[in-house]
């Protein structure tokens, strides 16, 4: 299941890439352009529909997370980061507030090693820098995380080893 849902959420980083440098349209079913990547990596249906979700959920909501970006990345301006570091941020903060199903600390995981796998040699300390910053002062991420879990999301907890790392 873990790299079922990291393949997924390659696609996901691929697709919100293109959509990103495309400038597409927040209403635009991305799905047309995300079919090509998903047929090459032969996912699943389960795994298609979790890429389409995140895609379309990040991207509709991408003015609102670089806000909270540009607040936690002290003197960086969103529209100047690496395509790649944005798109990862957009994409977690996505699944923070609106994925509670998701451990927190999974999802900061998963951003981190994606920032290994496709950003530059600092990408990953400057992707847990954000995530964390945008964590601790969001209410945003609060409400939607309710008390499930605790202040950090460091310590895995009974979520985690329950669903593991998705």
């Given at each position: 299941?873990?790299?079922?849902?990291?393949?997924?959420r390659?696609?996901?980083?691929?697709?919100?890439?293109?959509?990103?440098?495309?400038?597409?349209?927040?209403?635009?079913?991305?799905?047309?352009?995300?079919?090509?990547?998903?047929?090459?990596?032969?996912?699943?249906?389960?795994?298609?529909?979790?890429?389409?979700?995140?895609?379309?959920?990040?991207?509709?909501?991408?003015?609102?997370?670089?806000?909270?970006?540009?607040?936690?990345?002290?003197?960086?301006?969103?529209?100047?980061?690496?395509?790649?570091?944005?798109?990862?941020?957009?994409?977690?903060?996505?699944?923070?507030?609106?994925?509670?199903?998701?451990?927190?600390?999974?999802?900061m995981?998963?951003?981190?090693?994606?920032?290994?796998?496709?950003?530059?040699?600092?990408?990953?300390q400057?992707i847990?820098?954000?995530?964390?910053?945008?964590?601790?002062?969001?209410?945003?991420?609060?409400?939607?995380?309710?008390?499930?879990?605790s202040?950090?999301?460091?310590?895995?907890?009974?979520?985690?080893?329950?669903?593991?790392?998705?």
């Amino acid at each position: 299941m873990k790299q079922k849902r990291h393949q997924a959420r390659i696609i996901t980083l691929q697709g919100l890439y293109q959509i990103d440098m495309q400038r597409l349209a927040l209403d635009m079913d991305p799905t047309p352009l995300l079919a090509p990547l998903m047929d090459e990596a032969a996912l699943d249906d389960e795994s298609r529909q979790f890429v389409r979700e995140r895609t379309a959920g990040a991207w509709a909501g991408h003015a609102r997370y670089d806000e909270m970006i540009a607040a936690a990345a002290d003197h960086w301006d969103v529209s100047r980061m690496a395509v790649v570091d944005r798109n990862i941020l957009r994409l977690a903060i996505y699944e923070l507030i609106e994925r509670p199903d998701v451990p927190a600390r999974v999802v900061m995981d998963e951003a981190i090693e994606l920032g290994r796998e496709f950003g530059a040699a600092e990408t990953p300390q400057f992707i847990n820098g954000v995530l964390d910053a945008v964590w601790r002062r969001e209410p945003a991420c609060k409400v939607a995380r309710g008390a499930r879990e605790s202040a950090t999301p460091g310590a895995r907890g009974p979520a985690e080893e329950e669903h593991g790392t998705l």
